[in-house]
C-alpha cells in the first residue's frame, strides 16, 4: 500500500478542476479511433472558441490548432495533447465509462485533452500579461502512429516556429503526486518488420529436393537476438522480438514460405540509425546460407523520444514546485514508444509523466486495459505542472 501526499500547491481551484473532470468524463464516455475524433474536436473547437480563440480544424485530418497570444512579446512554447481512443471494450462500471461498443479511452488521451483544454482557459484569462505565444495542438492518432507528423505536415509548428514543445502522459506505474521527468532517451523507438521468406517446397520426407524456409524462419528468428546480445554494446538498451510466425499446411509437406513479424526497440538514437542495415544484413545472409530468398519490409512507426535536457530542468523545476522534489523522478524509461517524439525531433522539449496509479482506489490497471482508469486528481497534478513549465519557457524568453 503506498501512502499518496496530494500536492497543495495548486493554483487550479475548485470549479477549474471539476471542469477539467468533467471534460475528461465526457470524452472517457465519447471515445473516437486514430483520425475518427470528430466529436472530440468539436468539442475542443467549442471550448476554444468560447475562450475568444481562433481555431484552425481539420488539421492533420482531425487535429485541433490554436494560439494564445500573450499580451508581451516573447518566445511561442507548443503544448500538445493526444485526443485518440483504443478498439477495446471497456471493463470499468463507472458512471463514464464508454457508450460506444469496442472502444475505450484506455491509454488515458481523454486526460491529455481535458488537461490542455484547461490550461487554455487559464492561458486565456492570464495573456494580458503573457510574455509570449502559447501553440495548442490537439492531436489525432497517437495510438496508431502518424498523427503528430501528419499536423506537422499541416503546418503545426509553423509561423511562428515554436522555441519548445511539452506534453504529458498520465502514467499508471508511478503513483499519484509523483511525476516523471526524464532528461534525455525517455521512450524508445518503435520499428516493424516483416520477413517473407522463400524457399522451396517438397515431400517433408525429402527436404534435400527443396529448401526448407520453417528451418531458414527458425534460424532467422535465433539469429536476429544476435543484434541485442552481440551487435549492439551492452550498455546500449535494445529488445527484438518476434511476434508472429505463418507457414505450412500439412504435417508432410515442406511449405513454399514462411512469414514472420515483428518489432525493434531502442532508446540511442545512433543505434537505431543504423538498426536496419544490420537487421537486413542477417535475415539476407542467413536466407541465402539455407539456400532461400529473403524479401524485408522494415518500417519506422516512432522516433525515440529523446527529451532535452536544459527543456527538462525547466520542467523539473516546475515539477518541484507543486510536488516537491521527492515525488519528482527522473529515472523512468519505457521501450513504449510515442509519436510526441515527431514534435521532440524538430524543437527541443520535454514529454511529462503523471502519475496516475492509486493502489487504495483499486486504480492500477495498466494502459490499453480493459479496465484502465486514473486517479482522476492526477488531471490538476498535470495542470499545473505543464502550465507553469511553459509560464518557465516565456518567462526565460528561450
Ligand atoms: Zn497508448
Ligand atoms: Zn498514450
Keep these: 500500500m503506498t501512502t499518496t501526499t496530494l500536492p497543495s500547491r495548486l493554483t487550479f481551484g475548485d470549479a477549474e478542476l471539476r471542469e477539467i473532470t468533467d471534460t475528461r468524463r465526457d470524452l472517457h464516455a465519447h471515445p473516437e479511433l486514430a483520425f475518427e475524433e470528430v466529436r472530440t474536436a468539436q468539442v475542443v473547437a467549442e471550448r476554444l472558441r468560447a475562450l475568444g480563440l481562433e481555431v484552425r480544424t481539420g488539421v492533420g485530418k482531425t487535429g485541433v490548432l490554436a494560439t494564445v497570444k500573450g499580451g508581451k512579446p516573447g518566445p511561442t512554447v507548443l503544448l500538445r495533447a493526444d485526443m485518440d481512443a483504443l478498439p477495446i471494450q471497456e471493463e470499468n462500471e463507472t458512471p463514464y465509462r464508454s457508450q460506444t461498443p469496442g472502444k475505450m479511452h484506455a491509454c488515458g488521451h481523454d486526460c491529455h485533452t481535458a488537461v490542455l483544454l484547461g490550461i487554455a482557459k487559464r492561458l486565456v484569462k492570464e495573456s494580458a500579461t503573457l510574455p509570449g505565444a502559447v501553440r495548442l495542438v490537439f492531436q489525432p492518432a497517437?495510438?496508431?502512429?502518424?498523427?503528430?507528423?501528419?499536423?506537422?505536415?499541416?503546418?503545426?509548428?509553423?509561423?511562428?516556429?515554436?522555441?519548445?514543445?511539452?506534453?504529458?502522459?498520465?502514467?499508471?506505474?508511478?503513483?499519484?503526486?509523483?511525476?516523471?521527468?526524464?532528461?534525455?532517451?525517455?521512450?524508445?523507438?518503435?520499428?516493424?518488420?516483416?520477413?517473407?521468406?522463400?524457399?522451396?517446397?517438397?515431400?517433408?520426407?525429402?527436404p534435400h529436393l527443396g529448401a526448407d524456409p520453417v528451418v531458414c524462419l527458425a534460424h532467422v528468428v535465433t539469429a536476429l537476438q544476435t543484434i541485442a546480445s552481440r551487435s549492439v554494446d551492452p550498455l546500449v538498451e535494445v529488445v527484438v522480438s518476434v511476434t508472429q510466425v505463418r507457414a505450412g499446411t500439412a504435417f508432410n509437406i515442406i511449405p513454399e514460405s514462411a512469414w514472420l513479424n515483428g518489432t525493434v526497440r531502442v532508446f540511442d538514437p545512433e543505434t537505431w540509425r543504423a538498426l536496419p542495415t544490420r537487421f537486413e544484413t542477417i535475415v539476407q545472409g542467413v536466407s541465402q546460407a539455407l539456400g532461400c530468398r529473403a524479401i524485408v519490409d522494415y518500417r519506422r512507426h516512432n522516433r525515440p523520444t529523446v527529451n532535452d535536457p536544459a527543456m527538462s530542468a525547466i520542467a523539473r523545476a516546475a515539477a518541484v514546485e507543486v510536488v516537491g522534489e521527492k515525488n519528482v523522478v527522473s529515472d523512468l524509461r519505457t521501450m513504449g514508444g510515442e509519436d510526441f517524439s515527431a514534435f521532440l525531433n524538430q524543437i527541443p522539449g520535454c514529454f511529462i509523466a503523471v502519475g496516475s496509479r492509486n493502489a487504495a482506489k483499486g486504480l492500477t490497471w495498466d494502459h490499453h486495459h480493459?479496465?484502465?482508469?486514473?486517479?482522476?486528481?492526477?488531471?490538476?497534478v498535470g495542470a499545473e505542472v505543464l502550465l507553469r513549465t511553459a509560464k518557465r519557457v516565456l518567462e526565460s524568453g528561450a
Aim: with cysteine; net charge negative; hydrophobic share 45%.
Design 142 to 206: 497517437e495510438e496508431v502512429g502518424g498523427g503528430a507528423d501528419a499536423m506537422i505536415r499541416d503546418g503545426a509548428l509553423a509561423d511562428p516556429r515554436p522555441a519548445a514543445a511539452f506534453g504529458l502522459h498520465v502514467w499508471q506505474t508511478l503513483d499519484l503526486g509523483k511525476i516523471g521527468i526524464t532528461p534525455g532517451p525517455f521512450m524508445a523507438a518503435v520499428d516493424e518488420f516483416t520477413i517473407t521468406i522463400e524457399g522451396k517446397g517438397a515431400h517433408a520426407a525429402m
Design 370 to 380: 480493459p479496465r484502465f482508469d486514473v486517479d482522476e486528481a492526477c488531471l490538476g
